[in-house]
């Protein structure tokens, strides 16, 4: 394990490939996944149960929830060191980074807090009260709304991004766990694990334009439990991860209707796309891996075995 | 492809903060026991157990009330064990009590029921486990969060069923609390098909601190050939003595050894870690199965009143007894309540002192409406009419 890790380590070099980022979050490192060969490259050590990742938008830092050591920890991906750490209150576990790069906006799960801390100088900008145990973190593309999900409290609140105050509250299904933004900015869409739902939002009134449930032959409505979501690259797709149904949720981003449900591991969590855009990679807690899915043929085509409880995804082009 | 999706069914709410403030009072009664004397000297059961779990979910709901614009009001009435506590739960109702958490054994709790002026109240039951209150005893006025004794024993018996442990044997204790629990595991072990191979009571006066390692192997020396040890000991009074001092070595369950209840410390999955955190923090201790029915007694009146914006008792246990209401419960799936008998669907935890063993319903126990109705006394067969033909 040690010699595993020091090799690693000596081997780390920029990306020479497009490669997939995801969290162990039993494990405490994160996994490394060539996104064409599907060979685990490295595998780094991380803070304690690490779940958030997130990069810098020009790759240069990835930033990771290292959740029960209280920190956002910020790594060079070129050599998987942690470089410093970024004062981020309690209990990390989700966070979004401002569109000028600069503000993250980290989820403070015990404390009902969002925090904003400033990347550069390393300071906490902004503690906004919110809902009890927040999760879900979206901005808008043009990074003047920022939006917090609380689980407990079941609402979505709305922040602006230059008073960093709450606008609006909006009521959803119970457990909001993923808030995100349409690319045009036109929507927001929010996932609640226990309703079983996927409400959309109007951005322009904070108005509900639509809700979506699921139905899958042979599962549980209970056990179908929406997470994370993602916008397939033209926009015209959300890949929807259905949690202990096992399944991703291809939906219709015009019609809100479902397309098609695509098996993949158990209870799977988050996604990332594929640099090149033609992948679709999930992270399956209980199976401890990530099914690869093309997102052409909208079918699975390869599983990858990474450390325990994978949860959170990240992707970063190559830098060829 | 089998979809739907629903246009503004349920009106979209915005809520700005400026919302006119709604106040919402909540009761918390307890009848404090006296608790049966136990051989251990270092299991004081904790004086706010339960309440611990109410003011930490009004701490919970009032954040949301916040964003609302609805408020709580949590009102304490602790009756000691040699007061009147009918008389208090009476004037508590004539200030005004509409809606109320109770923490009282069944007959305490039946007679506070039955008071004309609790007639058109909502009462949670978050502390009695009795099956006769969710069946021959059952009060349209009245549901559970505690799970009742027999859902607690349905899961131990998927257990034993899915380890195929077969030969089962019985200790069991003499208390009220122990005839019950020993009365809800054997209908359980008849219901998936299991039975015991022998039971013995047990009747020591002996001090098992000193004595255990000289008594016990001799007592269960005679008990037929067995896969496991079943204890009905529900106050904790013996059984712990009785572990590892057996004459055969076999684990232990029931209310020693695998534990199945409403919640435990241990419990950690689905984000519980988070309102385990909570807990520790307020109550300084671990939170156990009173408190967390106390807890989710109170979350659920708060689910049920954002989204009515109702405070009418009616009102609340109409929205909390129909499908539209799910409440999360850190257990990985929706919790719901039985129309017909207002008990809390709730998964049951099979706990060791340190981990979570399994959560039932185990997969492969299915049911035509919802897993979680094979824990209990199923519709089909409740005696329980008082919430009308719901079934």
């Known amino acids: 394990m040690i010699r595993a890790l020091l090799l690693t380590t000596l081997l780390a070099s920029p990306a020479l490939a497009d490669e997939i980022w995801v969290t162990n979050e039993m494990d405490d490192t994160v996994s490394v996944i060539d996104a064409k060969t599907l060979e685990v490259l490295h595998t780094y050590e991380t803070g304690e149960r690490p779940r958030g990742i997130t990069f810098s938008r020009d790759f240069k830092r990835l930033y990771i929830c290292a959740s029960d050591s209280d920190a956002v920890q910020v790594m060079d991906p070129d050599t998987g060191k942690i470089l410093h750490d970024l004062p981020s209150g309690e209990d990390p576990e989700q966070f979004v980074i401002a569109p000028d790069d600069r503000l993250l906006y980290i989820a403070n799960e015990d404390d009902a807090i969002t925090t904003v801390v400033d990347t550069q100088t390393r300071k906490v900008v902004s503690q906004i009260d919110v809902g009890v145990e927040p999760e879900g973190m979206g901005i808008s593309p043009d990074g003047k709304v920022q939006v917090t999900t609380s689980e407990t409290t079941n609402m979505a609140h709305w922040i602006d991004t230059q008073s960093h105050k709450i606008i609006a509250n909006s009521l959803v299904d119970p457990r909001p766990r993923h808030a995100e933004f349409s690319p045009d900015g036109k929507e927001l869409w929010v996932s609640s694990e226990i309703g079983g739902t996927v409400a959309i939002f109007d951005t322009k009134d904070q108005s509900q334009i639509g809700k979506i449930s699921f139905q899958l032959k042979g599962v549980r409505p209970e056990k179908i439990q929406p997470v994370g979501m993602r916008f397939s690259p033209d926009a015209t797709k959300v890949f929807i991860a259905l949690g202990p149904a096992n399944h991703i949720a291809v939906v219709d981003a015009k019609t809100f209707e479902v397309e098609r449900y695509i098996l993949v591991g158990r209870r799977v969590w988050h996604m990332a796309l594929s640099p090149d855009q033609t992948r679709l990679f999930t992270t399956n807690g209980v199976s401890g891996d990530v099914t690869v899915i093309d997102i052409a043929s909208l079918e699975p085509i390869d599983t990858v075995k990474v450390g325990r409880f994978p949860w959170g995804a990240a992707a970063r082009p190559s830098s060829k | ?391």
């Open chain 2, 1 to 391: 492809m089998a979809f739907q999706w629903l246009i503004g069914a349920c009106a979209a709410l915005v809520l700005a903060t400026q919302t006119q403030a709604e106040v919402l009072r909540i009761d918390w009664i307890e009848r404090q026991v006296s608790p049966p004397p136990v051989l251990s000297n270092m299991a004081a059961i904790p004086s706010g157990l339960g309440l611990d779990g109410a003011r930490l979910a009004e701490r919970d709901i009032a954040t949301t009330g916040r964003f609302t614009g609805q408020s709580y009001d949590l009102h304490e009435t602790v009756v000691a064990p040699d007061a009147d506590f009918l008389k208090a739960a009476k004037s508590t109702l004539a200030e005004g009590a509409r809606v109320l958490v109770v923490k009282a054994p069944a007959p305490d709790l039946l007679a506070l029921a039955d008071l004309p002026e609790a007639q058109g109240a909502l009462i949670l039951d978050a502390y009695a486990q009795d099956d006769a209150l969710r069946g021959a005893d059952c009060r349209a006025n009245v549901l559970h969060t505690a799970p009742s004794y027999a859902m607690r024993t349905d899961a131990l018996a998927q257990f034993l069923l899915k380890k195929q442990w077969r030969k089962l044997v019985l200790i069991a204790g003499q208390l009220p609390e122990d005839l019950a629990f020993t009365a809800a595991l054997k209908r359980s072990l008849t219901k998936f098909g299991l039975n015991l191979a022998g039971e013995k009571t047990w009747d020591f006066d002996a001090n098992m601190r000193r004595a255990a390692a000289a008594e016990v192997p001799l007592f269960t020396q005679d008990l037929p050939a067995h896969d496991l040890l079943l204890v009905s000991d529900e106050p904790g009074d013996f059984a712990r003595y009785i572990a590892y001092n057996t004459w055969v070595a076999r684990p232990l369950a029931g209310s020693e050894g695998l534990k199945p209840v409403g919640w435990s410390g241990v419990v950690e999955q689905y984000g519980a870690a988070q309102l385990q955190n909570r807990f520790r923090e307020a109550a300084g201790r671990e939170m156990q199965q009173a408190d967390f029915a106390a807890w989710i007694a109170v979350a659920a009146l708060g689910e049920a009143f954002t989204r009515t914006q109702s405070t009418d008792p009616a009102m609340l246990r109409t929205y909390m007894l129909s499908d539209a209401f799910r409440l999360a419960g850190f257990l990985g799936r929706p919790l719901s309540f039985r129309n017909w008998n207002g008990q809390l669907r709730q998964p049951i935890p099979l706990v060791t002192e340190r981990a979570v063993a399994a959560l039932a319903p185990l997969e492969g126990f299915l049911h035509q409406i919802n897993e979680l109705d094979t824990l209990g006394v199923d519709a089909p067969e409740s005696p329980c009419t008082a919430f009308g033909d719901a079934r």
